[in-house]
């Protein structure tokens, strides 16, 4: 088991940044890629960003791409992601997620990812 504990949302301006950040503990020495997604009200979960167990790949949805960057440190057992230059449309609830034996290329759906965290709530104010 593995539980995941995401920090650091809150109510930003537009062009504002925030950083995410995803506290993993439990089977955390197994080989996990991690990725974040995002539910805004009334739509589907969509994927954020994704990242490989050692941090050598990561994939961006397009629509964050050049704003968002996903990173790890396996030592602390974190996942982060730096949100730049934020827009309204940023506005969501966003999930950590962790899948085991993700490797490069994969982790863009949800399926994938065998243990999620409670969110946290992003607010993106125009």
């Known amino acids: 088991q593995v539980q995941l504990v995401e920090s650091g949302g809150g109510l930003v301006q537009a062009g504002g940044s925030l950083r995410l950040s995803c506290a993993a503990s439990?089977?955390?020495?197994?080989?996990?890629?991690m990725g974040w997604f995002r539910q805004a009200p009334g739509k589907d979960r969509e994927f954020v960003a994704t990242?490989?167990?050692?941090?050598?790949?990561?994939t961006y949805a397009d629509a964050v791409k050049g704003r968002f960057t996903i990173s790890r440190d396996n030592l602390k057992n974190t996942v982060y992601l730096q949100m730049n230059n934020l827009k309204p449309e940023d506005t969501a609830v966003y999930y950590c997620?962790?899948?085991?034996?993700?490797?490069?290329?994969?982790?863009?759906?949800?399926?994938?990812?065998?243990?999620w965290g409670q969110g946290t709530q992003v607010t993106v104010s125009s």
């Open positions: 439990g089977r955390t020495s197994s080989n996990y890629g």
């Open positions: 990242i490989s167990w050692r941090g050598g790949y990561t």
């Open positions: 997620a962790a899948g085991l034996g993700l490797g490069a290329g994969r982790g863009t759906g949800s399926y994938e990812y065998n243990y």
